[in-house]
């Protein structure tokens, strides 16, 4: 049980709400890098100190196989699609992330924990999560009720996507207000960039939708953008020079610091551990921290 008595730094709780800050790795562009930043920024952020919850919503489970859980590992376990039914509680769902130290299944032998962070786990079952709510308008309000009773002491709601713009997306960007932050992860490709708009279009349709609401926020907002797979002095492609250059024109005032290219990064998914555990020195991972320190997320142990 986490304890309901301790006092969370009010910049997790913007205007005193129970819940923590949101953060949405969302945008409708496969492969654009949503689950590695995800998993990346919640991962240095727990190794420093802060609490928080990965919610991997995407059918294909990235999230929750880079945070030490497969198929077979989540037999018998609750998982995402129980929230969205409203058949479970946060608490009994949400797993303590870790990753593989070992080829077995042992939970002692093969598996070590990572500290400060859960993840509330995918499975195939979430493909029909945009149909669950379509078939019952009620299930839209799931992610409201789970924010409206949370207890806990977390910083931030990581929620992983998948590539689509759904009513499952939609009944939890419903919940976001401009505290919140909508966080596009896209490779530095200029038709990762191009795609951007269509987001920010979304957006803006969600914030009509629900203007003047009062039981929900409805103001989803693009506060960062994320681009990955930067030029370096070894990977330096044209293509990606121009991605960077059209993202900074349209996007300057909301870009974090960028994450660099690494051929290594493909290698977290079949190694069940995210980037920076397993490359810690890599140059995405120093970036990722860096994103993480400019985002307030300073080292507590500094
Ligand atoms: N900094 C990086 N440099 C190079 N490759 C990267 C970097 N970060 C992530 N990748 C690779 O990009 C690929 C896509 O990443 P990821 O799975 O995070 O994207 P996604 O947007 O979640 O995809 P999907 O839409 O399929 O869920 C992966 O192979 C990943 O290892
Ligand atoms: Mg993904």
Do not use: Q
């Not at 939609?170 to 919140?180: A, H, I, N, P």
């Not at 044209?238 to 991605?243: F, M, S």
């Not at 977290?268 to 810690?280: A, Q, R």
């Amino acid at each position: 049980m986490k304890p309901t008595s301790v006092t969370v730094d009010p910049r997790f709780r913007p205007k005193r709400r129970n819940w923590p800050l949101i953060w949405a790795y969302i945008i409708e562009c496969g492969g654009s890098t949503k689950s590695t930043s995800a998993t990346s920024m919640a991962v240095t952020a727990a190794l420093r100190g802060y609490p928080g919850v990965v919610f991997d919503l995407d059918s294909n489970a990235s999230s929750t196989t880079v945070l030490g859980y497969d198929e077979d590992a989540l037999k018998g376990k609750k998982t995402a699609i129980d929230l969205l039914y409203g058949k479970a509680t946060l608490d009994e769902v949400a797993l303590p992330a870790r990753y593989r130290i070992g080829d077995g299944d042992d939970p002692e032998e093969d598996f070590a924990p990572i500290p400060n962070l859960r993840v509330v786990p995918s499975s195939p079952a979430m493909a029909g999560a945009d149909l669950a709510i379509a078939e019952d308008a009620d299930r839209n309000d799931w992610f409201g009720e789970i924010l409206r009773s949370y207890e806990g002491d977390d910083t931030v709601f990581y929620l992983d996507f998948p590539a689509s713009y759904g009513k499952m997306p939609y009944s939890v960007l419903r919940m976001l207000d401009e505290d919140d932050s909508v966080i596009p992860s896209i490779k530095a490709d200029p038709k990762d960039v191009k795609l951007v708009k269509k987001l920010t279009d979304e957006l803006e349709r969600i914030r009509d939708k629900n203007r003047g609401r009062r039981s929900v926020p409805g103001r989803p907002t693009l506060n960062h953008l994320l681009l990955t797979g930067a030029p370096t002095a070894t990977h330096n492609e044209a293509a990606a020079r121009r991605a960077t250059a059209a993202a900074e024109a349209m996007y300057g005032s909301v870009l974090l610091p960028y994450i660099r290219y690494s051929a290594d990064a493909k290698k977290l998914y079949e190694d069940e551990c995210p980037l920076p555990i397993l490359l810690p020195n890599s140059v995405p991972s120093v970036d990722y921290r860096k994103v993480m320190t400019h985002l307030g997320f300073v080292d507590l142990a500094d």
